[in-house]
């Protein structure tokens, strides 16, 4: 296929999916409720602290953090670990993100819907972690709508969460806590919600948290990582129409590769994007921007970060 093929495809793939999602999306954003961000100022509270409750999107959930304060799970708190649960696959959307800060603990609350309306009960999720990290990722296969797409919470362990379009089908939801931290999760339903706690270990993160800046987030590489060619480059944005610059400079500022790549949504959430680079003979330090430009000035926005190339 020639390079103008993969294009259409892509600018194809990323309209089938507005038209796919404009039904259910519509009754979120009609209702006036989406809120790109978490405000800890919102009424109730939450937790022995008394902190405020906050909750983000267009979730019909009520009660303080949707009935969850005075429940929790029996296991144990863990890291490292994968896991996975639900049945079915009948709610489609994420209506709403919670969150409450508790005397031991950080909980969010992922609010699931079929359509506008709550679900029953929770579809499949799997969930991701590494033990010291500072990342936690589940897994929505189902979900093909959100009325949230990313906020943020307090100045404690939680830092902030984004809701993106997986590159496979479903939906994922990254949450990024500053800390080192172990967790347990919780299932519930009438209404459907899925319940993550989060306990602080007194430790620092093992590894930097994902690089971000105003529509950008660059998974891999890390910032300061080795690279090799090739070079892998992924993450999420919301760039306008999708697109996504990848320049890799010298020492000296000249530019070594540049390429553009489309993400997988950017209207309706966050899109996925991934790019291989092959790379020039180099050596020592490099940098590495991804982002887009400004339709202000035409100015770069978006992630950088030092690098170093080994051979």
Known sequence: MTGCGR???RASAILLL????????AGCLNEGQVDRSVEASKAGTSGARGVPESTVGASRVKGDLAGTVDTASGDPF????EESGGSGYDADTVLGVRYGDHEYYERAVIDLGTGREPATTVSRWTLTSTRGGGLLRVNLPSASATCVSDGTFG??????FYVVRAPDGGMFLDFFARKAFLYRVLELRDPARLVVDFKPTGEDLNAPLPAESGNTVLLEPSPKAPISDPLTASGYSRNPEAV???TLTGPNEEVLVRRTVRSNDWSHTWGYYEATLDLPPLSGRATLKVGAASARDGSFEGVEIPVRAVP
């Open 244 to 246: 996504n610059t990848i």
């Open 155 to 160: 100045e404690g362990l939680l830092g902030s």
């Open 78 to 81: 863990v890291g490292g670990t």
């Open 7 to 9: 294009e259409t495809s």
């Open 18 to 25: 507005s038209l796919l999602s404009a039904t259910l999306l």
